[in-house]
């Protein structure tokens, strides 16, 4: 098992393999943005009490849930890379931060094109709302802070170390409707009963949470390729990389 894991975690390996998948994950990926958009713009029916605006929820609430995720798939992979000092876990760890930040400022963006006809305001410092605005600044903090250090090795291990201490955020960005009178709702979709909401607006909502996980790797596999022959400019692989690009 460890020697499978350690060949993966080769970056000459998984330069070749990752170039075999990105095409198709980049197709899964805009078949199911097809079909989630489709689903819930189209099929879905109308809202008895907020009607077409809460359509807004088949990219808000996908784009929240990455956030969260991404910063959970960082914190992992720089812990993983500050312990056994895995190259791509590193990598992966620093080229998540900017796929994560865009996915933090989607949520952000259309959580207040939402709020502004259903709460009368653009924007509330309303707990949830303030503790996704923190996790934006962790992720543009994590971005700077490797781009501050010309060790990018150095600069790897300062990253994970951040990104585990801004862990901390993850709880209460989760909990924050449970654990105070906030205006943004509370779980819908993640109740340990049954989510409080038609299947024939649930199943689009699942598709396009899906669809966003599948571009994530998709952005990530891209982003670490390129980081990886950055890191490894002077490696015989990728000099036998670029040799055999220039005969081609």
Same mark, same amino acid.
């Given at each position: 098992?460890?020697?499978? &894991?350690?060949?993966?975690?080769?970056?000459?390996?998984?330069?070749?393999?990752?170039?075999?998948?990105? %095409?198709?994950?980049?197709?899964?990926?805009?078949?199911?943005?097809?079909?989630?958009?489709y689903?819930?713009?189209?099929?879905? %029916?109308t809202?008895?009490q907020?009607?077409?605006?809460?359509?807004?929820?088949?990219?808000?609430?996908?784009?929240? $849930?990455?956030?969260?995720?991404i910063?959970?798939a960082?914190?992992?992979a720089?812990?993983?890379?500050?312990? $056994?000092?895995?190259?791509?876990?590193?990598?992966?760890?620093?080229?998540?931060?900017?796929i994560?930040?865009?996915?933090?400022?989607?949520?952000?963006?259309?959580?207040?094109?939402?709020?502004?006809?259903m709460?009368?305001?653009?924007? +509330?410092?309303?707990?949830?709302?303030?503790?996704?605005?923190?996790?934006?600044?962790?992720?543009?903090?994590?971005?700077?802070?490797?781009v501050? &250090?010309?060790?990018?090795?150095v600069?790897?291990?300062?990253?994970?170390?951040?990104?585990? +201490?801004?862990?901390?955020?993850?709880?209460?960005?989760?909990?924050?409707?449970?654990? $105070?009178?906030?205006?943004?709702?509370?779980?819908?979709?993640?109740?340990?009963?049954? %989510?409080? &909401?038609?299947?024939?607006?649930?199943?689009?909502?699942?598709?396009?949470?899906?669809?966003?996980? &599948?571009?994530?790797?998709w952005?990530?596999?891209?982003?670490?390729?390129?980081?990886?022959?950055?890191?490894?400019?002077?490696t015989? $692989?990728?000099?036998?990389?670029?040799?055999?690009?220039?005969?081609?």
């Open positions: 098992m460890m020697k499978f &894991i350690h060949k993966t975690a080769s970056p000459p390996y998984f330069y070749r393999l990752s170039g075999l998948w990105i %095409p198709w994950l980049g197709a899964i990926t805009l078949l199911l943005l097809i079909a989630g958009l689903g819930g713009l189209i099929a879905a %029916p809202d008895y907020q009607g077409e605006s809460y359509r807004i929820i088949y990219i808000h609430v996908p784009a929240a $849930w990455m956030s969260l995720f910063y959970m960082m914190a992992a720089g812990a993983i890379g500050l312990i $056994w000092r895995i190259k791509l876990a590193e990598t992966v760890a620093v080229c998540s931060a900017p994560g930040a865009g996915f933090t400022l989607l949520a952000l963006v259309t959580g207040s094109l939402w709020g502004k006809p709460w009368g305001a653009w924007w +509330v410092w309303d707990a949830r709302l303030t503790a996704e605005l923190l996790l934006l600044f962790l992720y543009l903090g994590v971005m700077s802070l490797y501050a &250090i010309p060790d990018k090795r600069a790897s291990r300062a990253v994970a170390l951040l990104a585990l +201490v801004g862990m901390v955020n993850i709880p209460i960005i989760h909990y924050s409707v449970e654990w $105070w009178n906030t205006l943004h709702q509370g779980p819908t979709v993640t109740k340990f009963d049954k %989510p409080s &909401i038609d299947m024939r607006m649930l199943l689009p909502l699942l598709i396009m949470a899906v669809a966003f996980k &599948i571009y994530y790797v952005a990530l596999f891209l982003r670490v390729r390129v980081e990886l022959l950055e890191r490894e400019r002077n015989q $692989w990728v000099k036998e990389l670029l040799h055999q690009s220039k005969e081609a």
